[in-house]
């Protein structure tokens, strides 16, 4: 059956400081999946259109399979370079969000994980 609906957007690999709870250490995330998962309250028949890199988990892909969503359009780039898709956002107590000094966020609380170990942070 073709999906109900077509969404393209950006797969990320998210890193999340939260101000109180569990951190989220690579993640799936991006907006694509944001707005899946908004669409998927009315409607989960939907085509997903993205592209990702070979070192994309793609135990996720079936995941998000398992969750109802056609995902044919998410097309692996084989390259020699693999898509930086990595986000890194830590938030303050007071709520706020910051996308720099990683490094610096994670040795207030966590060890600092391998996979950020080259993030270019994007503002």
């Known amino acids: ?3 109900n609906f ?3 957007g950006r797969l990320n690999r998210e890193y999340i400081l939260p101000p109180s709870g569990n951190p989220l250490l690579d993640s799936p995330g991006g907006n694509l999946l944001y707005a899946a998962g908004g669409l998927a309250v009315w409607d989960a028949n939907a085509g997903l259109v993205a592209r ?6 793609h135990q996720w892909l079936r995941d998000f399979e398992k969750l109802g969503f056609d ?3 998410i097309h692996t780039l084989h390259e020699e370079k693999n ?3 990595r986000s890194f ?7 706020e ?3 720099s000094n990683a490094v610096s966020h994670f040795c ?4 600092f994980p391998k996979g950020l170990a080259r993030l270019s942070i994007r503002g």
């Open 1 to 3: 059956m073709p999906p």
């Open 6 to 8: 077509i969404i393209a």
């Open 52 to 57: 990702v890199g070979e070192d994309y988990p």
């Open 71 to 73: 995902v044919r359009g």
């Open 83 to 85: 898509i930086d898709l």
């Open 89 to 95: 956002i830590a938030y303050t107590e007071k709520n």
């Open 97 to 99: 969000r910051s996308h």
């Open 108 to 111: 207030r609380q966590l060890t």
